[in-house]
Nanobody
Framework: QVQLVESGGGLVQPGGSLRLSCAASGSIFSINTMGWYRQAPGKQRELVARITSAAWPNYGDSVKGRFTISRDNAKNTWYLQMNSLKPEDTAVYYC???????????????WGPGTQVTVSS
């Protein structure tokens, strides 16, 4: 089983920055895609950013040019650097990965519990 834990959320003023981290632990054989999603009150969960095993990033349209996703394969950890934050970025941010728990296991999606990001003056 793969467990994910996010850290780095909090309250920030508009225009500010935050860096989220997600650490994977447990039985991990391989991690393919790593990503971040968010869900604001009354809205559906949406893709923020994801990065492939070859380190190719993909971003949601609303965060392009402001957010950067990166990964550290040696630590099974990935990050989301968020700059120029806006009030509309306020949401619970969830990390996600597509991983194998063992060499004989199929790839499966795993989710963290979420971390709150609030952008407000």
């Amino acid at each position: 089983q793969v467990q994910l834990v996010e850290s780095g959320g909090g309250l920030v003023q508009p225009g500010g920055s935050l860096r989220l981290s997600c650490a994977a632990s447990g039985s991990i054989f391989s991690i393919n895609t790593m990503g971040w999603y968010r869900q604001a009150p009354g809205k559906q969960r949406e893709l923020v950013a994801r990065i492939t095993s070859a380190a190719w990033p993909n971003y949601g349209d609303s965060v392009k040019g402001r957010f950067t996703i990166s990964r550290d394969n040696a630590k099974n950890t990935w990050y989301l650097q968020m700059n120029s934050l806006k009030p509309e970025d306020t949401a619970v941010y969830y990390c996600n990965c597509n991983a194998q728990g063992a060499y004989y296991s199929p790839y499966a999606d795993y989710w963290g519990p979420g971390t709150q990001v609030t952008v407000s003056s």
